[in-house]
């Protein structure tokens, strides 16, 4: 079988093919990224009129570089939620289009699972270490979940204000430094002494694997003020906190639930700093490469041949999604 994916979720067009070995054919992303950074975040309405733009040419360009034809197409896997309303009509309007004129099936996928199941592009042994601890850290999710399986997923801890990706951006900004955060917080904590700032996280009241960011926020906002020779303590102290705080969580779930591995997805998780608070973790910890750390379609292309194996095509009816919650068996 060989599977078309499509992302367009937020603010990466993304064509994917992938195979049903997990092999990746081709992965075709345009990044906007230029396009929003004099806007300190995404502009939706900017972002939607770039999809329709660009998404044509990047079908065009995965086929050809996967070396396959049109009649080569046996599937066809979109996100059709979580994101941005906009952006998503694009992606899910091209992939029903697609579906109805080559005369094959159609599955829609949540953007969110396609992220956790990223890892097994890169880490084929990763189909045997379950039960595990899916985790999510992007600009718009921080969850922990337990994965029963590839396909059968419960979320048991969120964060209850901003995503782990938004914090960063917020204290970048603070700290005058370019969207999106991530990058420049981490090259600037480099130089940094964490031991400088004394910065607390935030817990949640009997949600032992819930997250809170707004206070870290604001600790980071008055510190800022009296940083005058540069942020590069204050931002190694705050990139320290959040990273410590996810791996305290993520060794609190293993052990509460007995879980066998982790699977850790999501823009957040390409820093090399994260994944060195992991390489000493208690179990086997799986990343995806930086590539598919961030938004892209092979792993929407890798969830919909998981999907369709088990649930079938989905309803050419459906629409697209700003918010879906992980339930046990959260499928279509």
């Not at 899910?92 to 094959?104: C, G, I, R």
């Not at 991530?182 to 935030?202: F, I, R, W, Y």
């Not at 980071?220 to 410590?244: I, M, P, R, T």
């Not at 890798?302 to 499928?331: C, D, H, M, Y």
Request: glycine share 8%.
């Amino acid at each position: 079988m060989i599977c078309l994916g499509i992302e367009s979720t937020c603010d990466e067009t993304s064509i994917s093919v992938v195979n049903d070995r997990f092999e990746i054919l081709s992965n075709v992303i345009y990044s906007q990224v230029d396009l929003h950074s004099p806007f300190g975040g995404v502009f939706p309405e900017l972002a939607a009129r770039e999809h329709l733009e660009k998404i044509g040419p990047c079908f065009l360009e995965a086929l050809k570089k996967a070396n396959i034809s049109f009649d080569q197409i046996n599937l066809i896997s979109v996100a059709y939620g979580p994101g941005l309303i906009g952006s998503i009509q694009v992606g899910l309007t091209f992939a029903k289009s697609l579906s109805l004129l080559l005369n094959v099936p159609f599955v829609a996928v949540n953007h969110v699972h396609a992220h956790l199941i990223a890892p097994i592009l890169n880490h084929k042994d990763a189909f045997e270490q379950l039960p595990a601890i899916g985790i999510v850290l992007s600009g718009g999710h921080t969850q922990i979940n337990l994965m029963h399986s590839l396909m059968d997923i419960e979320t048991v801890g969120s964060t209850i204000d901003d995503a782990m990706g938004e914090c960063f951006d917020k204290c970048a900004k603070i700290c005058g430094l370019p969207y999106p955060g991530g990058p420049h917080v981490e090259k600037t904590a480099m130089k940094g002494d964490s031991s400088k700032v004394h910065l607390k996280s935030c817990k949640v009241k009997d949600r032992p694997f819930s997250f809170s960011f707004s206070g870290l926020k604001t600790q980071v906002l008055y510190a800022s003020k009296n940083q005058n020779k540069g942020y590069e303590d204050l931002l190694a102290s705050f990139q320290h906190v959040v990273f410590q705080d996810v791996l305290e969580k993520a060794q609190k779930a293993v052990d509460f639930y007995d879980a066998k591995a982790i699977f850790i997805g999501g823009g957040v998780a390409s820093s090399k700093t994260l994944r060195s608070y992991f390489e000493d973790f208690c179990r086997p910890v799986y990343f995806p490469s930086k590539e598919l750390a961030l938004d892209n379609a092979a792993m929407i292309a890798a969830l919909g041949i998981l999907q369709f194996n088990q649930l079938g095509p989905s309803p050419i009816e459906i629409e697209p999604k700003s918010r879906i919650p992980f339930t046990t068996n959260q499928v279509v």
